[in-house]
Every structure is written in structure tokens, then in C-alpha cells.
């Protein structure tokens, strides 16, 4: 068993043994399944629906990619055209360094819009007020499942249904990076609603005892992996090399 883990490069399936990429797909599919989303059969890299990453800030940097692609398409291939577009709303200082990082990262900018917020979480009526001016300018909104200063639950089923209401194209991004292992626990219902989400950031290595770092990715839609697939001589063109869906990453 640990012959085959060592021996395995995950940027790949089959050039090693393929051990670990069954395992992996395996605990992408139990994640995606606890948390509420779709499974389904895995014919390919595309169906898995999530990716193993290094740490919360590469699960979020991924996330923010994805909407930026979301909100323009081909922006991989033709670059950030004007940043005026691309703007991304985080409560009002609890929100994670990692989501402002990833926008200049990625050529966005620092283009956060910081929303007031009330016990912790997101001012309903403020989120709505900005949501209404800057409609067509968001590209994504982040809420936090377990902030990391006040472990505070958003209200995840109201931020969705009044984000999706203004514009059902804005992509929806929950850091659950903390709370998500109560996914695992009676308090699963803090929960309702995570799974609506286009995208849910989660950090085993944070509650399950876990060595840094350990990190997953996970999307509603899998096929959205698409929008960001990265192709070379290095990375095999085959179903399930991971190399293809996980950007920043090469070896692993």
C-alpha cells in the first residue's frame, strides 16, 4: 500500500501505479457526498468534482479563478481586460486574507468590496443595497462557514437566495475551511444550504488531526474544472490525470 502511495505522481494517473488517484477520487466523492453534492459515476477528471489542494489559500485561489472564468470566459487564455468586472464581496473584517490575495494573484486586482455585518455576519439589507448597485460588476460572492477569528456560521441559505435573486450568474463561494467538519457531527444542520453553493473550500488538517497541509476543493458543477484545464507533454492527456484541473500545483 505504501509502495504504491510513494511511487505515485498525482499530476498523473497511470505513469505510476494508480493507486493513490483511485484513493483520492474516492475521498473527493465521500466529501462531495457528505457535504450535499451530486456524485457521480467517474468516467473522468471531469465528473470527479473536486480537487485536493495544499492548504486553504490554494482552495480559495482555485475558487476565485473559477468565477473570474465564470464571469468572462476564455479570460485563461485572452487575460484580465479591465478589472472593473471582476469584483468580489467578503464580509466586513472577517474575511480571509487568501480571497484578496488570490484577486491580484490572478490579475484581478484589489477588487474586494467589504459588506458591513451584524453578529459576524453578512448585514442582509447591506448585502443586498450593494448587490443592487454593483450587479453586473460582481464576480463572486465569499461567505465563511467557521471564520477564522469568530468560527461564526453564515447564514448560508438567505446570502444565496438573495446573491442568486440580484443575478443567478454570480458565482458563490463558502470557506468552510473550519466548519464543514460539522458536516461529520449532529450540528450537520448549521450547515443548510452549503450545498447550493457553486463552490466549497474545506481543511481536513484543521479538525481531523491531519498533517498540514490537506485541503479539497469541491464544485456544484464538476464540468466547470474545464474552464481552467491546463495541457502539456508533461501532464498525459488521459481520464483521470489530475495535473489537468489542479492549477498552481505541478507534482504532488
Given at each position: 500500500f505504501f509502495s504504491d502511495l510513494l511511487q505515485q505522481n498525482l499530476i498523473n494517473a497511470s505513469f505510476c501505479a494508480p493507486a493513490a488517484t483511485q484513493i483520492e477520487i474516492e475521498v473527493i466523492s465521500t466529501l462531495r457526498r457528505i457535504m450535499g453534492y451530486e456524485v457521480k459515476t467517474c468516467n473522468n477528471i471531469l465528473d470527479v468534482g473536486g480537487i485536493i489542494t495544499y492548504g486553504g489559500t490554494g482552495s480559495n485561489a482555485t475558487a476565485m479563478l473559477l468565477a473570474r472564468e465564470n464571469k468572462v470566459k476564455n479570460t485563461m487564455k485572452n487575460g484580465v481586460r479591465g478589472n472593473d468586472k471582476f469584483k468580489v464581496i467578503i464580509p466586513e473584517g472577517i474575511g480571509h486574507y487568501s480571497i484578496r490575495s488570490s484577486l491580484e494573484?490572478?490579475?484581478?486586482?484589489?477588487?474586494?468590496?467589504?459588506?458591513?455585518?451584524?453578529?459576524?455576519?453578512?448585514?442582509?439589507?447591506?448585502?443586498?443595497?450593494?448587490?443592487?448597485?454593483?450587479?453586473?460588476?460582481?464576480?463572486?460572492?465569499?461567505?465563511?462557514?467557521?471564520?477564522?477569528?469568530?468560527?461564526?456560521?453564515?447564514?448560508?441559505?438567505?446570502?444565496?437566495?438573495?446573491?442568486?435573486?440580484?443575478?443567478?450568474?454570480?458565482?458563490?463561494?463558502?470557506?468552510?475551511?473550519?466548519?464543514?467538519?460539522?458536516?461529520?457531527?449532529?450540528?450537520?444542520?448549521?450547515?443548510?444550504g452549503i450545498e447550493k453553493y457553486d463552490s466549497i473550500s474545506c481543511d481536513p488538517h484543521k479538525v481531523f488531526s491531519l498533517p498540514y497541509c490537506c485541503s479539497a476543493l469541491l464544485l456544484k458543477k464538476p464540468e466547470c474544472f474545464k474552464t481552467i484545464m491546463s495541457n502539456s507533454d508533461l501532464i498525459m492527456n488521459e481520464k483521470f490525470a489530475f495535473g489537468q484541473i489542479t492549477p498552481f500545483i505541478g507534482s504532488k
Open positions: 494573484w490572478i490579475g484581478c486586482g484589489d477588487n474586494v468590496i467589504e459588506v458591513k455585518t451584524n453578529g459576524y455576519r453578512y448585514d442582509i439589507d447591506e448585502l443586498r443595497k450593494v448587490l443592487g448597485i454593483e450587479k453586473d460588476n460582481i464576480m463572486a460572492v465569499v461567505v465563511y462557514a467557521g471564520d477564522s477569528r469568530t468560527m461564526t456560521i453564515e447564514n448560508l441559505e438567505k446570502v444565496i437566495q438573495v446573491v442568486k435573486h440580484v443575478n443567478d450568474k454570480i458565482w458563490c463561494h463558502v470557506d468552510a475551511c473550519h466548519g464543514f467538519s460539522l458536516a461529520f457531527s449532529k450540528y450537520k444542520g448549521k450547515l443548510a
